[in-house]
């Protein structure tokens, strides 16, 4: 199962990337953890009090399906020079976020032939706009599954590194009957600053000062986001910004 979960999303980036004027993906990385999952009792107290469960999507939730789709290191350094969003990261942000609507149905569909159901998450704009905070983080459930760890930016490191974006679903598949995702990969710390302290480059590539003494200012990162939103409008809705992912030691790769 797990090779044919895989395989959905590898057909689906094929698919796509054929409707499009370049190669915008890498390989992609995949993660299986049961809804029952110790980690995900923390989300509530980690992320919001009003954090959805995997029960709360599907009932009788027996796993959560969640990838990593990376993109490809001509569109983040693209992103590299100036204040405001790259034409490209912003269409590689909507067009990422409709692959993973596709890769959600695809999925569904294969797990509906073979006798599951699935809930299915929005890529984005699942949050709060007055309190900014997610209602389902992708990145925190991708975290529990092991696909990466939290670097000082606040963003989530793989080992294809930190410029890309997760989707997941939840399924009524039992763990049980996806041997490979019982090794799960162990949780490790990639983050250099975590690690020893140094580093430090993807706060200083914020152009609005967004990582400021009194923690992190949610606000100030939103209105830069939207300000790309508007300059990028053409292309449709891209309240993005990425300036602290690229140019990284953990931009493609752990640097750990
Ligand atoms: S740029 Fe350095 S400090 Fe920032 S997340 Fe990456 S490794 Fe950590
Ligand atoms: S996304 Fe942009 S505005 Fe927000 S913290 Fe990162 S660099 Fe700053």
Same mark, same amino acid.
């Given at each position: 199962?797990?090779?044919?979960?895989?395989?959905?999303?590898?057909?689906?980036?094929?698919?796509? &990337?054929?409707? *499009?004027?370049?190669?915008?993906?890498?390989?992609? !990385?995949?993660? =299986?953890?049961?809804?029952?999952? $110790?980690? +995900?009792?923390?989300?509530?107290?980690?992320?919001?009090?009003?954090?959805?469960?995997?029960?709360?999507?599907?009932?009788?939730?027996?796993?959560?399906?969640?990838?990593?789709?990376?993109?490809?290191?001509?569109?983040?350094?693209?992103?590299?020079?100036?204040?405001?969003?790259?034409? &490209?990261?912003? *269409?590689?942000?909507?067009?990422?976020?409709?692959? !993973?609507?596709? =890769?959600?149905?695809?999925?569904? $569909?294969? +797990?509906?032939?073979?006798?599951?159901?699935?809930?299915?998450?929005?890529?984005?704009?699942?949050?709060?706009?007055?309190?900014?905070?997610?209602?389902?983080?992708?990145?925190?459930?991708?975290?529990?599954?092991?696909?990466?760890?939290?670097?000082?930016?606040?963003?989530?490191?793989?080992?294809?590194?930190?410029?890309?974006?997760?989707?997941?679903?939840?399924?009524?598949?039992?763990?049980?009957?996806?041997? $490979?995702?019982?090794?799960?990969?162990?949780?490790?710390?990639?983050?250099?600053?975590?690690?020893?302290?140094?580093?430090?480059?993807?706060?200083?590539?914020?152009?609005?000062?967004?990582?400021?003494?009194?923690?992190?200012?949610?606000?100030?990162?939103?209105?830069?986001?939207?300000?790309?939103?508007?300059?990028?409008?053409?292309?449709?809705?891209?309240?993005?910004?990425?300036?602290?992912?690229?140019?990284?030691?953990?931009?493609?790769?752990?640097?750990?």
């Amino acid at each position: 199962m797990y090779q044919k979960i895989n395989a959905c999303i590898r057909a689906a980036i094929d698919t796509y &990337e054929k409707t *499009l004027p370049f190669k915008m993906w890498k390989e992609p !990385i995949l993660g =299986i953890i049961s809804a029952e999952d $110790e980690g +995900l009792k923390l989300l509530r107290e980690v992320v919001s009090s009003t954090h959805l469960l995997p029960g709360d999507i599907l009932p009788g939730a027996e796993s959560i399906i969640v990838f990593f789709i990376p993109f490809q290191d001509s569109i983040v350094e693209s992103n590299l020079h100036g204040e405001t969003a790259s034409r &490209e990261w912003a *269409l590689a942000y909507i067009k990422t976020n409709d692959l !993973i609507r596709v =890769i959600n149905d695809d999925i569904a $569909e294969m +797990l509906r032939r073979e006798g599951y159901a699935a809930g299915k998450l929005p890529a984005t704009h699942n949050f709060d706009t007055e309190r900014l905070v997610s209602d389902w983080s992708h990145r925190h459930v991708a975290c529990i599954a092991g696909l990466g760890s939290f670097g000082f930016n606040n963003m989530l490191i793989t080992d294809q590194g930190c410029c890309g974006r997760f989707g997941s679903m939840v399924t009524s598949l039992p763990v049980s009957a996806v041997p $490979e995702a019982a090794a799960a990969r162990p949780p490790r710390e990639r983050c250099i600053h975590k690690l020893t302290g140094g580093c430090g480059a993807c706060r200083k590539r914020c152009p609005v000062n967004a990582y400021g003494d009194g923690g992190f200012d949610r606000r100030r990162c939103y209105a830069q986001c939207l300000k790309n939103g508007e300059l990028h409008k053409d292309l449709g809705y891209a309240d993005v910004c990425g300036k602290c992912l690229a140019g990284l030691p953990c931009s493609f790769r752990s640097p750990e």
